[in-house]
Structures are given as structure tokens and as C-alpha cells.
């Protein structure tokens, strides 16, 4: 168990709706990731928060948005959804968010659109 | 930006068979980090190499980090089914860019 927790496990839902995925970190760490994981691909970094503000923006869409709430927890939110956007969505987090700290990962969360 | 590419994507290699993944940066890293992802899991921390020619050992797996620090290698000694799954690597960078991975399947 790495401590990071997300959910739900499991999303379905339809075309052109709104989700919202939840992440919280490791106790005590301040900095949150989120990648996305299409269907035997990488990882594609999206965003980074830490300590509530965003530090660094990777490939993420504009539908897609992220916060990082003062109790460390973040959330991903998608909208307008396409089938595309079915995929594996992780968080992971580290104390500080430096480039040289391991990131602990969440189970992710597998979102299907249909 | 920072590209890191994974060669091979899929390894296929019978159990007991030696394996080798390669891990190559565009540009100059100051640290790689290795992870494993067991089929239907969440990437897991392997190692972190840092300086430059460093090699370190996890048992049957080697890591090694070139000495242009531009590039890394993990190699899996006589693999076994406990090592199946996908390997990536990720250079230093703000967005933690995460090579392909390379997905080995040991067959019995």
C-alpha cells in the first residue's frame, strides 16, 4: 500500500459528461501528480501541484482542470468528455515535489466513456 | 522539451533468460529513476541512480546510468514470473517525463 489514495476505482460514464477524479496524498507529503495512462502506453504527465499551487503543467487538455485543496487532497476534473478519453488516471505524490524524490503511486482510476 | 525513449517496448524471454531494457534522454539528466508496474497495478519506485557511471544492484536486477548521464540500462538476471510486468524509466525534469516503458513477458 503506498499510502496515496484515489477514487472511485471505477468510472463509467457517456460522452460529453463531466467527472470528477479525487486523490489524496501520502501523509505529509505537499506534492500531488496526475498522469494519464491510455491502453498499453506510458505515462503522460498532466499537472503538478504543490502545497495548493499549481508548479508544473504537462500535456493536459484544456476540458481537463486540477486543484490542490488546502487539506493536500487534489482533483482532477474532466469534462466534455470524448471516448478518447478512456484511460488509466493516476495520482502519485512526494514530500516536496522535487525532481529528485520517488513518487508514490495510487491504484489509479480506470475511466471508461461510452 | 526533454524526450526519454525506452527501447524495446515488448521483450518477450523464456524463464530463466536474461533481460535488458534500454532508457535514452535527449538531453543531460541529473537523476534516472527506474519503476515497475505488475500487470493491472500502479507504477512502483524500483532506484534512483544519480552520478554519473553509477551501477546498483537490486538482487538479480542491475541498474547502470551512462557516463553522459543521457542514458540507463536495467538488466534482469535469469527472470523469473515474479518479474513480469512494465518497466519504465523517468529523467529529471520539472514534468517527470516518463519513457515508454518496456513491457517483458516471461513465459514458463
Known amino acids: 500500500d503506498s499510502g496515496v489514495t484515489q477514487t472511485p476505482k471505477h468510472l463509467i460514464t457517456a460522452t460529453g459528461q463531466r467527472v470528477t477524479l479525487r486523490c489524496s496524498p501520502r501523509s505529509g507529503d505537499l506534492s500531488v501528480y496526475w498522469y494519464q495512462q491510455s491502453l498499453d502506453q506510458g505515462l503522460q504527465f498532466l499537472i503538478q501541484?504543490?502545497?495548493?499551487?499549481?508548479?508544473a503543467k504537462g500535456n493536459i487538455l484544456e476540458r481537463f482542470s486540477a486543484q490542490q485543496f488546502p487539506d493536500l487532497h487534489s482533483e482532477l476534473n474532466l469534462s466534455s468528455l470524448e471516448l478518447g478519453d478512456s484511460a488509466l488516471y493516476f495520482c502519485?505524490?512526494?514530500?516536496?515535489?522535487?525532481?529528485?524524490?520517488?513518487?508514490?503511486f495510487g491504484s489509479g482510476t480506470q475511466l471508461s466513456v461510452l | 522539451g526533454q524526450q526519454v525513449m525506452q527501447i524495446p517496448q515488448y521483450q518477450h524471454v523464456q524463464e530463466g533468460e536474461d533481460f535488458t531494457t534500454y532508457c535514452n534522454s535527449s538531453t543531460t539528466l541529473s537523476n534516472i529513476q527506474w519503476y515497475k508496474q505488475r500487470p493491472g497495478g500502479h507504477p512502483v519506485f524500483l532506484i534512483q541512480l544519480v552520478k554519473s557511471g553509477e551501477v546498483k544492484k537490486q538482487k538479480r536486477l542491475t541498474f547502470q546510468f551512462g557516463e553522459a548521464k543521457k542514458n540507463s540500462s536495467l538488466h534482469i538476471t535469469a527472470t523469473q514470473t515474479t518479474d513480469v510486468g512494465t518497466y519504465f524509466c523517468t529523467g529529471s525534469a520539472r514534468q517527470l517525463t516518463f519513457g515508454s516503458g518496456t513491457q517483458l513477458t516471461v513465459l514458463p
Open positions: 501541484y504543490y502545497n495548493g499551487e499549481e508548479r
Open positions: 502519485a505524490s512526494s514530500p516536496t515535489g522535487t525532481t529528485n524524490e520517488k513518487l508514490f
